[in-house]
């Protein structure tokens, strides 16, 4: 059963940063492609970004696009997302989540993905 840890959640004021981390256990994480979702209160879950299994191409909502930044450390088996220039709309809950590869550069859907996490809270106050 492979678990999906996020961490580096919490409160931050608008403009400010925060980075989140994810640690999928799994055998061998550079077989992996992953991704970052959010849902805020009341709205659907939703993309944020995404990195292929070696970490050169990645894949950016347009709304965060230029504040937020994927990355993964194959050595450390973890995935990052700093996330700066905080808006008050990025607050949401975030989800990590993780699929083995199949030969796409990246992948954009949560339909995509067979192992989630169980969520890091940010929140951005204005």
């Known amino acids: 059963q492979v678990q999906v840890i996020e961490s580096g959640g919490g409160l931050v004021q608008a403009g400010g940063s925060l980075r989140l981390s994810c640690a999928p256990s799994?055998?061998?994480?550079?077989?992996?492609?992953m991704g970052w979702f959010r849902q805020a209160p009341g709205k659907e879950r939703e993309f944020v970004a995404a990195?292929?299994?070696?970490?050169?191409?990645?894949n950016y909502a347009d709304s965060v696009k230029g504040r937020f930044t994927i990355s993964r450390d194959n050595a450390k088996n973890t995935v990052y997302l700093q996330m700066n220039s905080l808006k008050p709309e990025d607050t949401a809950v975030y989800y990590c989540?993780?699929?083995?590869?199949?030969?796409?550069?990246?992948?954009?859907?949560?339909?995509?993905?067979?192992?989630w996490g169980q969520g890091t809270q940010v929140t951005v106050s204005s």
């Open positions: 989540a993780a699929r083995p590869n199949s030969g796409r550069y990246y992948y954009t859907e949560a339909t995509d993905y067979g192992y």
């Open positions: 799994v055998r061998t994480f550079s077989n992996y492609a």
């Open positions: 990195i292929g299994w070696r970490g050169d191409y990645t």
